[in-house]
Nanobody, 124 residues
Framework: QVQLVESEGGSVQAGGSLRLSCAASGRVVSTYAMGWFRQAPGQAREFLAA????????SYADSVKGRFAISRDDAKKTVYLQMNNLEPEDTAVYYC?????????????????WGQGTQVTVSS
């Protein structure tokens, strides 16, 4: 069993930055691919970013490429999402995700464990 706990999100103005963190506990999450998704009201949950075990590989959705950066610190069992140049369209609940089978299934939405979600609000 894996537990994922996201940090508190927050509210920022357009153009601002936020960093989310996701603390993992349980099994050896250092061997898992980790990622971030988000869900806006009335919309489906969408993939944002993924990082491979070891951190050598990353993948991003086109909507956040160049603005968001995913990283991991396996000693702290923590994954981060640095979000820069935020836009009102980034307003959503953000979810951390873990997948022992690797990045490919995670990117396609096949997630083994989810965090509880954290709200990010960007005002214009």
């Amino acid at each position: 069993q894996v537990q994922l706990v996201e940090s508190e999100g927050g509210s920022v103005q357009a153009g601002g930055s936020l960093r989310l963190s996701c603390a993992a506990s349980g099994r050896v999450v250092s061997t898992y691919a980790m990622g971030w998704f988000r869900q806006a009201p009335g919309q489906a949950r969408e993939f944002l970013a993924a990082i491979s075990r070891g951190g050598s590989g990353t993948s991003y959705a086109d909507s956040v490429k160049g603005r968001f950066a995913i990283s991991r610190d396996d000693a702290k069992k923590t994954v981060y999402l640095q979000m820069n140049n935020l836009e009102p369209e980034d307003t959503a609940v953000y979810y951390c995700a873990a997948q022992p089978a690797g990045m490919r299934p995670l990117v396609s939405g096949r997630v083994a464990w989810w965090g509880q979600g954290t709200q990010v609000t960007v005002s214009s």
